[in-house]
């Protein structure tokens, strides 16, 4: 076990270090006053090829695997972005990239992976429904058979970045729950395009994440071309799996980058900050200890998302691994916002110290995109082998 970066991965992380750096805490604090898509930044990332890390390299990525890819994450979003950035990572090098790269058909790989890196196509993911929620299984949305292709009908809700995407990766069943043996079964994946008739949406108002919309989608008859299948008809619930524990990798890395961040802030302050003694608040341990308690939540995450992510491009099985981390660095971020907000007083409250944005941010992790009780449902289940829950 060799907890060394390589060459190689030294050289993506100040790359990645160096990117982020140009934009900063007010470049992310001025986006999100706006409510405004940082498409700058994201057109940096890609020309620097941290797009496409995870990409194979006929397709003009780099060929590496989710380590490294995590490895970038964590240093661009403790530059100033923080849990926020991650997101777009999820939608494009995610949904777009591990989902195409592993079930897409040669020609839909050579059209749209080149695209996808080097940043003229965007993608989204369209799964979660109001009425299923973290039940994905009860999904209601239907792709009816028509000719040599598919009728699209439903509703999604909470997906990110649909005004920005050219392409959507829709989860859908193609046979009724009510016509299946199993759960899993009769869930396709389509790959459509975003402007297509009878696909609209309506943004949700939020809390955070402002930089980054979501939005409510709705599907009125949207025709699918058989092309368009992503991967095996009615077998998509296990190609999904793929791309939702690697989400967790992704999700993961913006947290430990958002912990780093919000510690580096806090300690800061404190060191210079003083009230009623001749001394920083810093010095106080009712100040150093939850910010202590914070980075070693973080670094437990960071070292247990590795291996998560070095399992995964072994190709061996890193379900409860990536669960793990996620749990854990949701808990890491949620504790480092906050108490990096105490440690600031007030002016943790005001927009000056940037602080509250990445608590905002952050929030959402501990529900998204798998909650931390879920997170126990499926190690208590799958790890501890005690009986399902839910």
Request: net charge neutral; aromatic share 8%; glycine share 8%.
């Amino acid at each position: 076990m060799d907890f060394n970066y390589s060459d190689e991965q030294t050289m993506l992380i100040q790359t990645a270090r160096q990117v982020g750096g140009k934009y900063g805490l007010d470049y992310w604090r001025e986006l999100d006053a706006k409510k405004e898509f940082p498409a700058a930044i994201w057109q940096d990332i890609c020309d620097a090829g941290l797009c496409g890390i995870a990409i194979p390299e006929e397709y003009g990525g780099s060929g590496l695997g989710m380590a490294e890819l995590a490895m970038a994450i964590e240093a661009l979003c403790a530059t100033g972005a923080g849990s926020t950035l991650s997101q777009i990572f999820m939608c494009n090098p995610i949904f777009g990239g591990i989902t195409l790269a592993k079930y897409g058909s040669p020609e839909v790989k050579r059209a749209l992976l080149p695209q996808l890196v080097s940043g003229k196509a965007r993608f989204a993911m369209a799964l979660t429904e109001p009425d299923a929620g973290s039940n994905s299984l009860a999904l209601k949305t239907f792709a009816r058979a028509e000719g040599n292709g598919w009728r699209l009908n439903g509703q999604k809700i909470w997906i990110t970045c649909v005004p920005q995407a050219t392409k959507l990766l829709v989860v859908a069943r193609t046979r009724k729950l009510e016509d299946v043996k199993r759960k899993t079964d009769g869930i396709s994946l389509f790959m459509i395009d975003v402007d297509r008739a009878g696909l609209t949406h309506t943004a949700i108002e939020k809390a955070g994440t402002n930089t980054l919309p979501s939005s409510l989608v709705f599907f009125d008859d949207v025709r699918v071309e058989a092309e368009e299948l992503v991967g095996e008809l009615d077998r998509g619930f296990h190609q999904l799996l793929d791309t939702l524990n690697t989400e967790r990798i992704v999700t993961t890395a913006g947290l430990v980058g958002t912990a780093e961040l919000a510690i580096r802030l806090a300690v800061n302050y404190a060191r210079e900050r003083k009230v009623f003694a001749n001394a920083p608040i810093g010095s106080y341990q009712a100040i150093q200890f939850p910010l202590a308690e914070a980075h070693i939540k973080a670094e437990c995450a960071r070292v247990m998302n590795y291996k998560a992510a070095t399992l995964h491009d072994l190709g061996k099985p890193y379900g409860s691994e990536a669960n793990m981390a996620k749990w854990l660095a949701g808990q890491a971020a949620a504790l480092a916002t906050d108490r990096a907000m105490q440690t600031h007083g007030g002016m943790g409250f005001s927009k000056e110290y940037h602080i509250e944005r990445l608590w905002r941010d952050a929030r959402l992790f501990k529900f998204a995109p798998v909650s931390e009780e879920m997170v126990l449902n499926y190690v208590a289940q799958h790890d501890l082998g005690m009986p399902r829950s839910y």
